[in-house]
């Protein structure tokens, strides 16, 4: 019998381990690798090539919404089902428009998270009750007004939101160069493109629309606002 090869990529140690505690017990899925940071579910998935990558959303460096537009982009025979704490229509509506082929709340049962990751595999989607509730109603509402779901245009490009993500993350110009590969030069001219097309004038104004888009949590340098 083949084996349905997963990822894992989640920052908190002990909920990774608790995920795979879980899916070894599976006779027909294998764990081949664990991500603790977006970059690296990027990295392990151009590796591994993984049927099914298991995203968070919050994650440093690179948050799971930018990692799955990445992967999606590059692999696209990849399934990513998410598995996160938020569960806001934002959230869900950015995952659903970026590829992702299920949407599950991290208080859901072992049993549903298996069940989810065999259903994505094949092609199909699936999302926790709840979720899939709110998608079905936003949807419905959305045709009854003669049109599709409208999403919130995403204007920065992929490279950007790294800067992003990283800047909002309280890392100076030189270390966002080193962390991207790139020269200073390269990563102060994201930042003035950053704060033209943003119209902000300083770190915290990026900080505070990077927390706004989901970028980043709230909780991350809370102490700048």
């Known amino acids: 019998m083949k084996r349905i090869t997963v990822l894992l990529a989640e920052d908190h140690q002990i909920v990774r381990e608790g995920f795979r505690s879980l899916l070894e017990h599976e006779r027909d899925i294998e764990v081949v690798g664990e991500a603790k940071t977006g970059r690296q579910a990027v990295q392990l998935t151009r590796k591994l090539h993984p049927a099914v990558v298991v995203m968070d959303i919050a994650m440093p460096l690179l948050n799971g919404l930018e990692a799955t537009r990445q992967i999606r982009k590059d692999f696209p025979d990849t399934k990513v089902l998410f598995l996160s704490a938020h569960s806001d229509d934002a959230y869900v509506a950015q995952a659903t428009l970026l590829g992702a082929a299920g949407f599950l709340l991290k208080r859901t049962s072992s049993h549903n998270l298996a069940v989810a990751i065999r259903e994505v ?21 959305s045709l009854a007004c003669g049109g599709q779901p409208k999403q919130k245009s995403n204007h920065l490009s992929s490279r950007e939101v790294e800067v992003l993500q990283l800047i909002a993350e309280g890392m100076p110009n030189k ?4 962390e991207l590969g790139v020269s200073f030069k390269t990563v102060d001219k994201h930042r003035q493109v950053l704060m033209a097309k943003l119209d ?3 770190v915290a104004g990026l900080t505070r629309y990077a927390i706004s888009a989901g970028i980043i949590e709230s909780h991350v340098q809370l102490t700048i606002l």
């Open 121 to 141: 595999q094949k092609g199909k989607t699936f999302f926790s009750a709840s979720v899939a509730r709110r998608l079905k109603r936003r949807d419905l509402k």
């Open 175 to 178: 270390q966002v160069a080193a």
């Open 200 to 202: 902000l004038h300083d």
